[in-house]
């Protein structure tokens, strides 16, 4: 399984344009500042590409998709798993259009999550939009609970983020992404137990977040669930790659936009 981290910022990515329209040189940290000179400071919005038995499944589509597929070259998708309908988790879906070319490209994801696609790109949905190449052509699938993909069994991990009915976190064999979370739920604890690496999200130091892991947070979730790896994703200007690194165990990390692992 190879796994590829297309994104690891927050809904704002990271550098901010608040940090741009305020100058730089006020950024908390400086992180946008040195985005520029040091590339784990540059955090597209969070998704990442994970491939097995040749196929290629895209966890997410932001709003920097297409920035990412250029990126790193991405020259197909065979499906989608969808965490949760935030726009920065779905924004992207308009360009799918270029890989559904073929054939419609199934969509998976918690009813609220495929309603949210539905009702947002409400004009790829609907019959009398005349069809043509501007339209990402798009199957959706509602789960409740595993799903076989591509020979391999897809676990869905309930979590809890901002009053959401159906965010989730996804487990694939050895691999666990939950990009935005708040606290998980008993299910999503057991549905995690054993997984090697796991990604986790962790949005800034500090203060306490309504919705969202916050640094030392993050760390005692990682801890209690306690996989072989960890990498924290979805993070704001506030986390300052290689200042912070002092609060994460040995085997813990930040990640960045481009990084891969192989499982
Ligand atoms: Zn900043
Ligand atoms: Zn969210
Ligand atoms: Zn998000």
Same mark, same amino acid.
């Given at each position: 399984?190879?796994?590829?981290? &297309?994104?690891?910022?927050?809904?704002?990515?990271?550098?901010?344009?608040?940090?741009?329209?305020?100058?730089?040189?006020?950024?908390?940290?400086?992180?946008?500042?040195?985005?520029?000179? +040091?590339?784990?400071?540059?955090?597209?919005?969070?998704?990442?590409?994970?491939?097995?038995?040749?196929?290629?499944?895209?966890?997410?589509?932001?709003?920097?998709?297409?920035?990412?597929?250029?990126?790193?070259?991405?020259?197909?998708?065979?499906?989608?798993?969808?965490?949760?309908?935030?726009?920065?988790?779905?924004?992207?879906?308009?360009?799918?259009?270029?890989?559904?070319?073929?054939?419609? &490209?199934?969509?998976? !994801?918690?009813?609220?999550?495929? !309603?949210?696609?539905?009702?947002?790109?409400?004009?790829?949905?609907?019959?009398?939009?005349?069809?043509?190449?501007?339209?990402?052509?798009?199957?959706?699938?509602?789960? +409740?609970?595993?799903?076989?993909?591509?020979?391999?069994?897809?676990?869905?991990?309930?979590?809890?983020?901002?009053?959401?009915?159906?965010?989730?976190?996804?487990?694939?064999?050895?691999?666990?992404?939950?990009?935005?979370?708040?606290?998980?739920?008993?299910?999503?604890?057991?549905?995690?137990?054993?997984?090697? &690496?796991?990604?986790?999200?962790?949005?800034?130091?500090?203060?306490?977040?309504?919705?969202?892991?916050?640094?030392?947070?993050?760390?005692?979730?990682?801890?209690?669930?306690?996989?072989?790896?960890?990498?924290?994703?979805?993070?704001?200007?506030?986390?300052?790659?290689?200042?912070?690194?002092?609060?994460?165990?040995?085997?813990?990390?930040?990640?960045?936009?481009? &990084?891969?692992?192989?499982?």
């Amino acid at each position: 399984m190879n796994i590829t981290f &297309l994104g690891t910022g927050t809904s704002h990515g990271v550098p901010s344009i608040d940090c741009m329209l305020r100058g730089y040189e006020h950024c908390p940290r400086g992180v946008c500042r040195e985005a520029a000179a +040091d590339p784990r400071h540059r955090r597209t919005r969070s998704s990442i590409l994970v491939e097995w038995n040749d196929q290629t499944v895209l966890i997410d589509a932001g709003p920097d998709l297409r920035e990412q597929c250029l990126r790193e070259k991405i020259l197909k998708i065979d499906a989608v798993l969808c965490t949760h309908g935030h726009a920065d988790h779905i924004g992207g879906i308009p360009d799918i259009r270029s890989y559904s070319r073929q054939r419609p &490209l199934p969509f998976y !994801g918690s009813a609220e999550s495929i !309603g949210k696609i539905r009702a947002t790109f409400s004009y790829a949905f609907d019959p009398s939009t005349p069809a043509g190449g501007g339209l990402p052509r798009i199957t959706t699938t509602v789960i +409740d609970g595993p799903f076989p993909l591509f020979n391999r069994t897809v676990i869905p991990i309930p979590v809890r983020h901002l009053g959401l009915e159906g965010c989730l976190g996804f487990r694939i064999g050895p691999l666990a992404y939950i990009p935005d979370i708040k606290t998980i739920t008993p299910t999503g604890l057991e549905n995690i137990s054993g997984v090697k &690496l796991l990604i986790l999200n962790c949005l800034r130091r500090g203060p306490d977040h309504v919705s969202h892991l916050t640094l030392q947070q993050s760390v005692e979730l990682a801890r209690n669930i306690a996989p072989a790896r960890c990498y924290f994703i979805h993070m704001s200007h506030d986390i300052h790659y290689r200042l912070d690194r002092a609060a994460l165990d040995p085997w813990m990390d930040f990640a960045w936009d481009g &990084l891969r692992i192989s499982l």
